[in-house]
């Protein structure tokens, strides 16, 4: 964590056009700079990501970038989002830096179609082959393990992880975010391949709307 402070700020600063020159116990940099300064000005919008812990929130407050909740589904990044934001503004404060609530993005799994029952059957594409990745190789329990491709889908959607269902469900769970984080600006829908090229761009189409 102290190490990707350290390179944060470097990079921060050689993007604002800087010379920098920094000793750290793992990098030195003499006079350093960009060879290409970035087009948009003073630089692009940097995102740090977080999931449980508060490193990354601590990061972001410090340097006022904006701020990735890559879990705010799961239990514990659901839990912990009040909290990410209090310290985000702990340290803008403390730094002297602005946060900006319509820049923190929340992440989720969702997929909807006009009625439950065709959500739950355009799933069955692709969500056990995904639940079993997260289990067996990125080794994160998202889901109970069971055979039953209906109980998979109750359990994921009684957790709070994902939404398999309407446009309902998904308005829903994106208030539910809402209060549970005190207002963020933008709700991420992870890519998943739970259903099909087309019943995935339908449930596009229906968030959009």
Request: proline share 4%.
């Amino acid at each position: 964590r102290d190490m990707m402070e350290e390179s944060l700020e470097a990079i921060l600063q050689l993007l604002a056009g800087e010379t920098v020159s920094m000793q750290t116990e793992w990098f030195t940099l003499v006079k350093a700079r960009l060879q290409l300064l970035p087009y948009q000005r003073p630089l692009p919008e940097i995102g740090v990501a977080a999931q449980v812990s508060p490193s990354g929130p601590r990061l972001a407050g410090r340097f006022g970038c904006s701020l990735l909740s890559l879990g705010a589904t799961t239990e514990g990044g659901f839990d912990v989002l009040g909290s990410h934001w209090q310290v985000m503004e702990e340290r803008a404060e403390e730094f002297g830096t602005i946060v900006d609530r319509n820049k923190w993005r929340l992440v989720g799994p969702m997929h909807i179609a006009d009625t439950k029952e065709q959500a739950i059957a355009d799933v069955a594409f692709g969500l056990e082959e995904w639940v079993d990745y997260f289990q067996r190789v990125a080794a994160l329990p998202i889901a109970p393990n069971t055979d039953n491709f209906s109980s998979l889908v109750d359990a994921l959607n009684a957790s709070g992880i994902a939404v398999i269902g309407t446009p309902d469900d998904a308005i829903a769970q994106i208030e539910r975010l809402q209060a549970q984080s005190g207002g963020f600006g933008t709700y991420l829908c992870m890519g998943h391949e739970w259903a099909d090229t087309a019943a995935t761009r339908h449930s596009y189409e229906l968030l959009a709307r």
